[in-house]
């Protein structure tokens, strides 16, 4: 199983990136996925998931209404759309996947992508 994340860049406060987590290997379209973010000095936390469908998703309070997450099941790939960045959003953001319904628990992740730097200035 590979999950290939990508998009992260340094951008300005107030700016738009798209994340991408392109999925190999992995019944993609039965796993719900999550996009997960780590600050230097801080633990791991969900930002955004979603279920198999697309048809549930979650997100953490302190991106609501300015991220969103997304599937292309045929692409077998996940997508995190973030607007009016934010300097605290600065972090390695990871996508993962989990056989359960969507869990803000990242022990019940089991797949793991690399991870890719967002880096927001003021």
């Known amino acids: 199983v590979q999950l290939q994340a990508s998009g992260g860049g340094l951008v300005q406060a107030g700016d738009s990136l798209r994340l991408s987590c392109a ?3 992995l019944p993609f379209s039965v ?6 973010r780590q600050a230097l000095g801080k633990e791991r936390e969900l930002v955004a998931a979603i279920n198999w469908s697309g048809g549930v998703t979650y997100y953490a309070d302190s991106v609501k209404g300015r991220f969103t997450i997304s599937r292309d099941n045929a692409e077998n790939t996940v997508y995190l759309q973030m607007n009016s960045l934010k300097p605290e ?4 953001y990871y996508c993962a996947a989990t056989a359960m319904a969507p869990t ?7 797949y793991w992508g690399e ?7 003021s």
Not at 31 to 36: E, H, K, L, Q
């Open 104 to 110: 803000r628990s990242r022990y019940e992740y089991g």
């Open 115 to 121: 991870g890719t730097q967002v880096t927001v200035s």
């Open 23 to 25: 999925a190999s290997r």
């Open 89 to 92: 959003d600065t972090a390695i």
């Open 31 to 36: 796993y719900s996925m999550g996009w997960f």
